[in-house]
């Protein structure tokens, strides 16, 4: 079982960038598939971003794409969410997610990212977008 933290969260303007981080307590995350997922007050926790194992693929979900790039660094083995140009609708809780490498979800990343694929789970880390 992986112990995942997240950091970068914050409160930034609209329009504005922030840089998350995804790390294991003991283990370099180089050979799991990481995905981000976000949750925002009222409403479900929802899949943003995935890069997979040897980071070949990445995905993410619509209302991100061309504002947000998810990218791993091989030397640390961290992952890490740029976001930029971000808007309100932001605002949420967010979170990184690995699955058991018996899964495929362990390695690859699929198009749709399902909650319940996901087996470990760090705390979050709040992003406010607000002016």
């Known amino acids: 079982q992986l112990q995942l933290v997240e950091s970068g969260g914050g409160l930034v303007q609209p329009g504005g960038s922030l840089r998350l981080s995804c790390a294991a307590s003991e283990f370099r995350l180089d050979y799991y598939a990481i995905a981000w997922f976000r949750q925002a007050p009222g409403k479900e926790r929802e899949g943003v971003s995935c890069i997979s194992s040897s980071s070949d693929s990445t995905k993410y979900t619509d209302s991100v794409k061309g504002r947000f790039t998810i990218s791993r660094d091989s030397a640390k083995g961290t992952v890490y969410l740029q976001m930029n140009d971000l808007k309100p609708d932001d605002t949420a809780v967010y979170y990184c997610?690995?699955?058991?490498?018996?899964?495929?979800?362990?390695?690859?990343?699929?198009?749709?990212?399902?909650?319940?694929?996901?087996?470990?789970w760090g705390q979050g880390t709040q992003v406010t977008v607000s002016s």
């Open positions: 997610a690995a699955a058991s490498p018996l899964k495929n979800s362990g390695y690859i990343c699929y198009d749709v990212l399902t909650q319940d694929e996901y087996d470990d």
